[in-house]
Structure formats: C-alpha cells, structure tokens
C-alpha cells in the first residue's frame, strides 16, 4: 500500500519521532552516478528554517544503505534513510484531544489505535525528505528532461512573504498555489485509461500532505471557457502548441509540448492560535492552544516535493517507453 | 497498464469502431446479484440522445459474458462487453490532419503509428461505458454507501441548458464543473501516503477523458484560506465536523464524513466550427470543419462516469480494509 | 487475482460451461503482426480428439475483439476469446459428491458456494486454450527464441501410446512428465531475488491444472551430486559452458545457455473406474463410476500448454531487459 | 522487481559486502507483538557455525528501524536491517575469473558491470537472513496455523552427518532435500488459476538461492502413478482425505489436508576443490583452488529459510481471504 511505480519504484517508511525516515527505491537501472552530496541542494530547498517554517532542526543528510557501488546504483534496490535527531515527543503524549484538521482520529480509526501517533507518526511531513531523495535521484536519470515548481501564491496572495508574515504574527496559518512544470518532455507518455499522466502524476502528488487540488493547463479554468478556446492549435508536423489549455497532455499521453499543471495546498493545520478541540473521553468542546513547533505555511517547503513527485512520475513513464536505457553508460 | 485497483481490479478494452468496447472486473466477491437489467439505469444516464450529445446511437446492452452464475457472481472474473453496431469509421480515415485537442498525434507517437485512430480508437469517450458498468456492480457492493455525481456548471454558467443551446448554435463545444459526494463512508479509508484516498480518486477520475483538474473539499479555494479558517473543528468524538473543508479526508484517510470533490471537464474538442489543422505531411495550416458526430457538451454524460469510478475505488479501499465480506451472502 | 506479469500482461476469464472462455493481453508491444489463423498450430496441439483425450469437441476457434488494426497489434489490449458449445452440464449438476482428486469442495470453501461447478468452472483444463492463445502472440514476440515441449515418459513409462492405452482399456488414468527447452536466449534475464527466472516461469506453470513439479536443470537429481560435478565449468567468456546442470539460469539470471526444465503432471482425476465418492449431506462414503467426458492422459495436451506459458514469461523478462522494442515494425 | 506479495508484501535489500541487509514488510496488520527477541530463534537456526557451514560470522541482530510502536506492529511499512560487520571483500577483488555455478557472469550481463560483485552482491545467501525475519512475522501472524520444514536428504544421503563431513574433507560440497509442511491451513486459499497456491509458493521458495526443484504431495512420483491410486479419497464432509498425494492442494486451492511439498537445493557453488576457471580475458581455462569461506552444505541452513518463505505466502493468502484480522488485538 506503500509503494508506487511499474518500473521505478518507490515505497517509503518510516515516522517522524521513531528511528528514521526512509525510501526504498526499486528498479533504478544500473550505471547511474549518485553520491551523498548530490541530494543536499533539494533537500536544503525543503528544509525548514526560513520564517514561516518549522524550529525543529534536522541535519537531512541521507544514508545511502544500498543499491550503490563505486559511487553508481548497482541495479539493485536503494535504501536511503534519514535518522530523527532532534524529534521531541512531549508535545504528542495523548490522543485524547484529536487535532482539528489533523488525520489523528481517522488515523486511530484505520489502525486500531495501534498507529504511532507521535508527530503524525507514518503521516508526518517528515516523510517528504525520503521523497524528495527519491526525487533527486529521478531527475538525474531523466536529464535532460528538466521539472521545475515554485509557489506562486501564499493565502490566496502573490505577495508571499506578506502572507505568511501576517499569518505567523497571528499564530495561524496560510496555504498556497504551486506551479510546476517540465520542458524537455518526448511525446507519448503515459495510458489510453488508468494509467494517464494526469492520472499518476496526481496519484503521487496528492500523496504529499496537504495537497488538496491539482489541475492540468487551464484546468478549472478551462471549464469555463468554448472549445475554439481552447483546443490548442498544433502549428508543426511535430506537434507544437501556441497555447497550451491541455498542459501538455491529450488523451492521457504527453504531446511534445510542456507540461504544466498547478497544485492547491491547504493551510498548516497546526496552529498556536486557540481552536475548539473535542474531548473524545467526556465530548466537551475545549478552547486549546496547540504547542509544538509547526510550519506557518509549510507550503513553502513544497515545490521541491512537487518536483520530486513529477521526476519519480516521469522516470517511472520514460522507463516503460524504453527513453531510458536499463543500463547507464 | 489498463488496468486499476488491488483487489477489486479493473481492466478496459476496445476501440471506438472495433468489434467491441469492454471491461473486466476480477476480485469481486462471490454472491454478488447481477444481472443485466441492472446496467440499465445508469448507462441510460450515460446514453448520448439529449441535446448537446452526440448523434450516434448504440443500444449499449452490457453482455454479462462470464463470472456470473444462478444470477449471482462466483468469484471468478466478470467480462462486460458492448458490441460496436453504429460505428462509422470513414469520417475518420486519415490522419494527414490531426485534431486540435485530440490525441491523435500523440497516440501515433507512442504507438508508432499502429493505434486504430478510427473514432478515437481506444482513446474513445465511448470506453466509458465499460466503466459506468463496472460502477454498477462497485455501488452494489459498497452499498449502503452512496455515490452522487451532478454537473453543477457548463462553461462557466449553472444556467446549463441555455450555454450547452448556446454551443449548439455556434458549432462550438462548452465544459463543465461536476460535484460528487460520498454518504455513509466509514472512516479509515486510504493509506497515509502513496495510496491516499486523493490519490486513487484522483489516479481513476483522471482516466475519464477529458477531466482536467480535480480538487477535494474546499480545494483552491482552501488555498487561500487561513488554517483558523480552514480546519474542521471536531464536534463529536466519532469525528462528525460542522464544516467540510477537507472533503471528508485528513492524511489521506477518510474521516467518517461525507467525501466531497470537484472536477473541470473541458470543453469537447471536436467541433464544427472551423479552426486551423495542420497538413502533418506539407506543414500548411489549413481552415478546417469537422464533420461526424460529437457531443457539444459531453460533460453532461460524465456525472455517472466520475460516479462509477468514485465507487470502483471505494469498493477496493473498503475490500482492503475488510469492509466488505469476500462473500456475500 | 487471475493476472500475471508485470509489462507483458494476461488475465484469463471464463467458464468450462459458461458462455465463454479468454484471455486479455495487455502491454504488448504494438506492431506485431497476429492474425486469426496464426493461432490454428498451437490450437491444434493443445485439442482434444486423439486417443486418450476427451471426447469433446470444441471448434477452439479464437475470435480476436480488440487491440488490432490492419492485422497488427496496435498497443492496447488484445482480448482473445473463445465461445464455449459443445458444453454439456447434466452430469455435473450436484456438488453432493465431490469428486476425490478434484477442486469441488475447496472451491466451495473459497466461493461460499457461489462458484459455477459445471465442469470445474473456472478450474477447467479448458481455460488452457486461452493460454496457449497468449502463447501464440508471445511466441513471435520473442522470435526467433524458441521454446519446445514434449511429453517424454506417461504413467513412469517412456512408451507413452502403450501407457495410454492401458489406462484407457482399465477406465483409468495416467499422469506424466514433460521436459521444456529454450534456445537463443540471451544472458540476463531475471531478477537476483523475488523475481528470478525459476520464480517466474514456476508460478506460471504452475497455474496449468493437474501440475504438481518442476526442476530445473539437473533439478532433484542434482541435489544428489557433488558441487566439483553440479558445477558447470564456463568454457567460454561468453558464459557457454559444457554441461547445464543448472539449466540455463544461475542466481536466478539467465546465462546465455540453454534454459530447461521438466515438470511433473499428475494422472487425470476423473476416471470411470469406481472409486469412493463421499456424500456430504450424509457423511456416507460410495463406490461411483463418473461418468462424463474426460481425457485419460490429460498430459498429451499440455506440452503446447507449457510452451505458451514459458513464452509469455520470456516476454516479459525480455521486455522488461529492454530487449524487445515497444513498437515492432 | 524486488518485491513480492499483494497484501502482505516483502521487499528486500542489501549486498553481502555492503553497508547492511535488510527487508521492508509492508501490509502487515496492526497490533502484532513484535520484538528483537523474537528473532533470535529463527535467525540462529539460519546462522552458519556449524559443520559444513561457513566461518563467516555475523551477529545477525535485526534493527527494527520504523513500523514499531509499544511494541506492536502499527500498519506502517516495517523496516528490518542487518548491519554487514564481518565482511572480507579481498578475495572477490576481480571478476577475471567468474566462478563456476555462480551468478558472475550472468549478473554482468544483466547489469552492464556496475553490479557490487563482492560476495555475490545482492546474490548472496546473507540476504536470506531479512527473508527469516519477514518470516518470523509473517509466522507470527498465520498462528496457530504451523509451518515446519527439515533437510531430509543431503548429498542423496539420509546419513546428513556423514555425507557432509565426507564433502568437507575433500574440498567439496552437497546439496539436498527440504520437506516442509503447513498444518491447521483452512480450506480456500489460492486462486483458481495463476495465483494458485503451488503458483505462489514456489515462486517465492525459488526466490531463495540454491533451490532447483519444488514438487507438491507426490510430485514427480504422481506423474508415475494411476488416477485410480493417486486421488486422494476424501473420507468426510469436511474434506479431509486418507491420503495426501495433492499435498493439500486442488486446483490450486488448499483444502484443508496438511499442505506438503520438497524442494531441491543443488551443492555449493563455491569449492576450495580445484576446478576449472576460465580467464575471460585471455579465453584460457585455468585450474584454480577458490579461498574464502563458504558452506560444504549450505542446505543445512535452508529449512528455516523455506519456512519463512511459506509463512509469507501463507500470511498473504489468510490476508486474502480475510482470514486474518487487519487489526490485532
């Protein structure tokens, strides 16, 4: 239940206060260069520290556990895994006061009550750093298709660092709009049905926490508009777009041209500011300030996520279309 | 890599102008009541005949062709067919102009050319009948859990009937907002991760063609919210909330209330207004009016299509969590 | 539950007594050249009609309902099937005597009851054509791999004709063994672990009804040997060696030599000798005679049955290798 | 590639050489009491140390690294590592000579070169330690069904003792046969066709290094054997049977009877006896004396191996048919 992909594939593990975080990747062909260093730059991008993020601190420094042999993967699986230094439990102690807008009673419900609910335990954003890795590894076997994602907007405004400086200032929270796209793309990715891009690229996606909407192109957008509007009008026998309403994907299977799509994330769920929380022993509702230490806007923190989720998607497409060699010279 | 699910799993089939458009349903628990009379009702909802929907006419009759014995199903796989009768290929027969919109050119790319582009091919709105009759059975099994799709706009206006007529006149095509809700849904669905309740919405509700974005409770919208603002506050220790910003899923698990999200279907993309085709052999681009036969709106026929897969994946997370008997007596 | 392989894909479907029999192909690379009449050699092997078969008759003839255009594979699924008339249920209409040998009782157990128990159902030797029609599209995906069976001892006998016979005289039954070679394979196919060539090709030769061994190799005998003689020495850098003790696989990898195995196949279970049957209303054990149409030595028909599924893992492993090209021209 | 199981999944890593070994369980339900301690009796009966057993040592501890909590399992991915202390690369310092019986050159093959050749890589046996823990849980699970297995045969000798000592006098090695046995099983496990129960056991008992032959109940000996004396008589309602030359298997369904097969496990590849290697530089054969420390009889250390195996198949199956609980309390 764990685990995504047909040819690249990942299964991830781990909780935020337990011994470590990690990801297990299957199916990378042999030959690919990867070295510990190679991951700091996305990790640094997601890691906390930047106002609006997160005090815990984390090194992030992944441990390469197998999979890799003179500094190339081996073809076989690589386990990559991050140790929790400095998770701090306290603040988690009892389930009695289920968080608003937290996935602990659903989680209790689902497991039995067994669910190590330190953190969010298994649904802690802690699992994006493993992602992330994954990612890292993805994009290097994609090169030169390239994937770039940034926030776009923060509180339903482009001026990011406002938002979130007022919603920090109040103890609350903001969510954001992320855009990503990738250029470079060969047409004929992805299924006729199931296995659409869209359709495993907002699988993974909406695996990330938080992430509650995505679209294609013009998207919702497009729903509003006629189909002269629309269709994007192909101007070479190659298949190239002026406009680009289908973000790059008609009928499922990428067209040659960019691939764009844009992403919803909701509002941080931890807040200081006081919110009712129920008591499940006795049902009274109580006014609570919630300690911790938590993202303003952890949506800051999520493009990289993002590109991570595409590459892993697109190694994934590019492997089962043979664009990428098994072996890697 | 036509195929969808773990254990309620689904696997489509069929050409717009072949012999036949099919599906088949394997992990269905045995002694499910099936017989053909109960297709009817929502592939009728599915039938093109209503203005703004396509001129074609098939009787789309499901043959029941195994997994079913004494009426009930064995266990065994269930193969759905539907004969092609009213197929009418020659509109079709080249692909020297590729559609705007279409996947004609990116369906030749991944297939070298070897797709049977006749009508769409396997790429055709017409699969989705197998789909709706494998909803059929999903929403008998999951009953009392109830599924509920509605177009709630159609470009842009939820004065539907007047901007689908609108369309008509012109020759030209309009898209859509679909609502679906989920009733009576036990908390616990979905994984924390990979195989989040979003995710396998998202993964099968994108395989509709045509469906461009996706957003789950109060969605982009909720992106610009403030957490305060946004979370549920639990009123009940069994998880009820007042609002449903979240649509009904923390951490990728359902939460015991209502399941609630939104689709962008775009506009049709075959239209008969002229618009410009490329000549892919002398790369002139040329005014073009397409003639066959299309829906104006075929957005109209997607609220039961996005029911049938809302209830494919419920069915698979509800056998996975041993909600559902693997006999059904 | 009824598919297997991971990019050449087939789920098989269908009842002895059911409306049909089939299978559905999906992953197959598009371009490759199939016709109805391709099917008609392997068909004719698997037939009943010799002595020592069942007297059914069924024409076997497959009608292809999808995934091919202009007599090539076009990419999407290839559904075969195969329509069921010469069925005759009378003799099996009670399950009060399970048969000893057969799959009546466990199939009860598994199905609550609900399964069609005409003719064994879904355990029919008969869902086999379906195979070996699989087989066929494998086989020249794969060419010029070839892959050979034959039946070389029935009933401990290598005079398979007399052995038959005398069965057949004595209303009895004779199993077999049957051995299976594959030439021109190249070096490298299978996984180290889960998915090693023996892995592989075991679990789908297991799925043939009536298969009760395999070895691969020098097999049992081998673990009798010493490793200085077990061991088979490479005589040249491309991994040829003299003798193939560990049938053309070592670590679970394919070494470039010969792949061979023998399997075992059990005596046919339905006889006309009187054996006990028990009646499990009253718990009372009597001597019946079965009457009903039914193959002495099952074991002449599975040879072709073997090859099918030896080809359709090849296939796999090969596309898997990126040794066969997703388009075909 | 690497993984194996749908509800109850294994994947494994690592490299005889590397940084560690290790398995990730995941779809184990929630609330199994699981400790280090727990491990230790399983794993010491794989452990070498014995006569015909290499000198290797390792402490074989398991790390229990996520999936954990008060210790019960949570439903979380379960990660198990062993850490490589006692590794001595120098011996396997080039690949010039690949060794006879061993994967050398195959994985070469497979992988372009870039495979971590040390020890045989992820080849070695010391991956079959994570297998015995999966194992461990997976027993723990299926309780009260029980599984044992036992070397029944070694060198083809019932004296195991004295054909072992006689191999490492002389430099060489034996192999053997395993019988291993499922009691207290219920009836309806496995599928009717490619997932039967024989399917699934040897694919995953092949998985295991060094086996070449499986075969159920009388196996080969059936194949020789009349229908009238092979059926297995079943002599109560109930299902069970005097005799069990099905080894508890009809069409590929347990019913209920002990579940019984053998396996063949070849002799050690790795001889210090002179043999023949081949220079794949030069193409010369060479006799050559191999160093390092190996096992004369390595199937003395498999039986614990074929039941963990056996467990995880069996566990996956009870999962499948919901006859284990998702939740344990």
Known sequence: MNSFGRLFRIEILGESHGVCVGILIDGCPAGVPVSEADFAFDLDRRKAGR?????????????????????????????????????????????????????????????????????????????????????????RLIHPVSVAAALVAAGGSTDIE????????????????????????????????FDSAESLLSHLVFSIPGIKGIEFGAGFAGSRMRGS???????????????????GINGGITNGNSLSFRVAVRPTASISKPQAYIDVETGQLRELSLSGRHDACFALRVPVIVEAATAVVIADLMLLEQRISRIQR
Chains 1, 2, 3, 4 share one sequence.
Do not use: H, W
């Open 229 to 247: 509007e629309y269709n994007d009008i192909i101007e070479r026998p190659t298949g190239e777009t002026a406009t680009n309403n289908a973000g």
């Open 51 to 139: 106002p609006g993020t997160t005090a815990r601190r984390e090194d992030d420094v992944p441990r390469l556990m197998s999979g890799l042999f003179k500094g190339r993967t081996t073809g076989a699986p690589i386990l990559v895994l991050f140790e929790n230094r400095d998770a701090d439990s306290k603040p988690y102690e009892q389930a009695r006061y289920p968080r608003p807008g937290q996935a602990d009673l659903a989680a209790s419900a689902k497991f039995g009550g067994f669910n190590d609910y330190r953190g969010g335990g298994t649904f802690s954003g802690r699992l994006t750093a493993p992602l992330v890795a994954a990612g890292v590894v993805a994009k």
């Open 162 to 193: 406002g938002a979130v400086a007022a919603a920090v200032r109040e103890g609350d929270s903001v969510g954001g709009v992320i855009e990503c796209r990738v250029d470079g793309l060969p047409a004929g990715l992805g299924e006729p049905f």
